[in-house]
């Protein structure tokens, strides 16, 4: 196997998805005529079948999803996106969030307790040490750096995706990707198209919203980071 399809390989087993339960058939790339296609049901990417050696282990053939339904067929754009774009995004996605204080549960005070020598019992109310009396701390919140909205086209995708995309180029030792469509339904079955030398399509599934997940949980404060 050569050095270059070794990266296409790898690429390919990035990208599969990992719920066997939920989506057995997307667990492993799979053949689908002139392509060999991986998709966690948000992304996909798909190489050409003759770049991919025939003894690629755990790959098979499938009719179905046919991602060929899914794929634009008009290409109306042509725009470049670097990766160093791709690496300055993410920077700019907040990588922590200000929620409530636990200890005092937002009043940003705290009642302290004490005996006195001769035994009786006192409260006092102060300021509470943990959020230094302003009722709020600041925390590590992975899930919100995944799903903070990045804005492609005013398709919003989740930096979790872009973070995959750009994972992607360095796999392939790409420094550049080309954005090839946006489909926008009003929300809905949003999705963005890029090319990688003409050998490799990449698909993004946008967000189901800008500030929720899927059980309605707001997911981010801020703006969305544009891209293009």
């Known amino acids: 196997m050569t050095n270059e399809q070794k990266r296409l390989v790898s690429a390919l087993l990035l990208s599969h998805g990992r719920d066997p339960e939920r989506f057995p058939q997307l667990v492993h790339p799979f053949y689908q005529k002139e392509w060999c296609v991986a998709t966690d049901n948000k992304h996909l990417i798909r190489v050409k079948r003759d770049l991919i050696p025939d003894s690629t282990p755990g790959v098979y053939e499938r009719r179905f999803p046919n991602t060929a339904n899914i794929i634009p067929s008009r290409q109306e754009l042509n725009e470049t996106i670097t990766k160093d774009q791709l690496s300055k995004v993410l920077e700019q996605v907040p990588k922590t969030s200000t929620v409530e204080c636990g200890d005092c549960h937002g009043s940003g005070e705290v009642v302290f307790s004490y005996l006195s020598m001769d035994g ?61 469509s946006v489909t926008s339904k009003e929300g809905r079955n949003d999705r963005v198209y890029f090319t990688v030398n003409d050998n490799i399509d990449i698909m993004i599934m946008g967000m189901l919203s800008a500030d929720k997940d899927e059980d309605g949980a707001v997911t981010y404060e801020g703006s969305p980071v544009r891209i293009v």
């Open 120 to 180: 009786e019992k006192y409260q006092r109310r102060e300021a509470c040490p943990v959020c230094g009396g302003c009722g709020e701390v600041e925390i590590d919140f992975p899930v919100m750096i995944r799903m903070y909205p990045c804005n492609i086209k005013d398709v919003l995708v989740p930096a979790g995706e872009i973070d995959w995309l750009n994972d992607i180029l360095s796999i392939l030792n790409a420094g550049k990707i080309t954005l090839r």
